[in-house]
Structure formats: structure tokens, C-alpha cells
T-cell receptor, first 112, second 112 residues
Framework: NAGVTQTPKFRVLKTGQSMTLLCAQD?????MYWYRQDPGMGLRLIHY???????AKGEVPDGYNVSRLKKQNFLLGLESAAPSQTSVYFC???????????FGQGTRLTVV | DQQVKQNSPSLSVQEGRISILNCDYT??????FLWYKKYPAEGPTFLIS?????DKNEDGRFTVFLNKSAKHLSLHIVPSQPGDSAVYFC???????????FGAGTRLTVKP
């Protein structure tokens, strides 16, 4: 049972490049989330989804887009990467409205 | 604005002693609180939670206390073990709101 899997684990982008982070969960969870973690800031919610085909904005959505075409997958896209998006990104899923969430191992993204 | 605050970036305790991690919040709508533990290069893992209808919840060596009037919660670990050394995040959410807010984390070091 893999739980929540994120790919890639590391990535370096140049300013202006685009990329997609993939999150996959095998627990049949309805809810999925994308967070970013920055020093001294804790985890901040970027976007989330309450089911297949739905997405919603979180606390810091600007510069990101998401899609949930399949229940088990939640994609996070950066359209034009900026140095301010250098961060560690975590995907999470939960069975219902966020109570106990299961997190992936994280993706460390550096934008130069 | 940071609605969940963990004012101690780090805490060091001796093995066998009690560890007390503190968390304050400002949003009176929060009614569910969680603690997550995070080891380096891993995603956060759920530790313990408490609903606002309770003032204490216990799970083995871990106890969370909630003081709603003071908007304060704390996590007690007794006895502390070296394997407890990690970063602990406090999180809070309001019913039917997926925007769970996290504190900045407290790094706990338990010395043998």
C-alpha cells in the first residue's frame, strides 16, 4: 500500500518554465490537497479537491493551476515559474473533509 | 496573517522527561485541531487530534489539551523518547472549511 505518491521528488526550473507535479493516492480518498512549505511559514494550502472533476482555491493559489480528472490523481501545474515558487510541495489526501490527512513525501522545487 | 502560531521554533528535552509543545490560534471559528509530526525528507504524519467539544484527548504517550477561552492548545509527550525528535506542526480548521491552517512548526530534540 503506497499511500500518497508524489513525482518528481526534486526539480530545478528556470524562471518562466512550466511544469506539472503529479500526486497519486491509492486509498480511494475523496479529498486531495496541495500545500507548500516555506521556512517559518508552516504549510499553506494552494488548491484542493473534494472529488473527481472538482477543484477549489486555497490560501495561496496564485500562479498555480490544478486538475483532478481521475479520483486517484491530483495534478499541480506551474504555468510560468517564478523564484518565489521555490518551495517544498506536499500533496495530501483524506477520506472526508479534512481531519486526518495523509501526506506524500514532498517535492523540492527550486526556481532559478 | 498567521492564524495559527507556534512561537517556539525549537525545544530540547531529556529522554524520559515531558515535552510540552504549544500552539495559539486567533480564529474563533476553528473547531478542530490536529498535531502532525514530520521527519526530515518525509511528509507530515498525523499524530493526534481534538475537537472543540473536548478539552483533552489522550493517545498513549501523547495528550493534547485545548483551552478555547485562551485559544491555546498544547501537546504533551510523556515520557519523551529519542525517536520523538522531529518537527511538530499544529493545525486548525473550521467545520466545513477545507482551508486548514498550519503553524510554522516546533523542532523537538530529545536527548538520550
Amino acid at each position: 500500500n503506497a499511500g500518497v505518491t508524489q513525482t518528481p521528488k526534486f526539480r530545478v526550473l528556470k524562471t518562466g518554465q512550466s511544469m506539472t507535479l503529479l500526486c497519486a493516492q491509492d486509498m480511494n480518498h475523496e479529498y486531495m490537497y496541495w500545500y507548500r512549505q516555506d521556512p517559518g511559514m508552516g504549510l499553506r494550502l494552494i488548491h484542493y479537491s473534494v472529488g473527481e472533476g472538482t477543484t477549489a482555491k486555497g490560501e495561496v493559489p496564485d500562479g498555480y493551476n490544478v486538475s483532478r480528472l481521475k479520483k486517484q490523481n491530483f495534478l499541480l501545474g506551474l504555468e510560468s515559474a517564478a523564484p518565489s515558487q521555490t518551495s517544498v510541495y506536499f500533496c495530501a489526501s483524506s477520506h472526508r473533509q479534512i481531519t486526518e490527512a495523509f501526506f506524500g513525501q514532498g517535492t523540492r522545487l527550486t526556481v532559478v | 496573517d498567521q492564524q495559527v502560531k507556534q512561537n517556539s521554533p525549537s525545544l530540547s528535552v531529556q529522554e524520559g522527561r515531558i515535552s510540552i509543545l504549544n500552539c495559539d490560534y486567533t480564529n474563533s471559528m476553528f473547531d478542530y485541531f490536529l498535531w502532525y509530526k514530520k521527519y526530515p525528507a518525509e511528509g507530515p504524519t498525523f499524530l493526534i487530534s481534538i475537537s472543540s467539544i473536548k478539552d483533552k484527548n489522550e493517545d498513549g504517550r501523547f495528550t493534547v489539551f485545548l483551552n478555547k477561552s485562551a485559544k491555546h492548545l498544547s501537546l504533551h509527550i510523556v515520557p519523551s523518547q529519542p525517536g520523538d525528535s522531529a518537527v511538530y506542526f499544529c493545525a486548525a480548521s473550521a467545520y466545513n472549511n477545507n482551508d486548514m491552517r498550519f503553524g510554522a512548526g516546533t523542532r523537538l530534540t530529545v536527548k538520550p
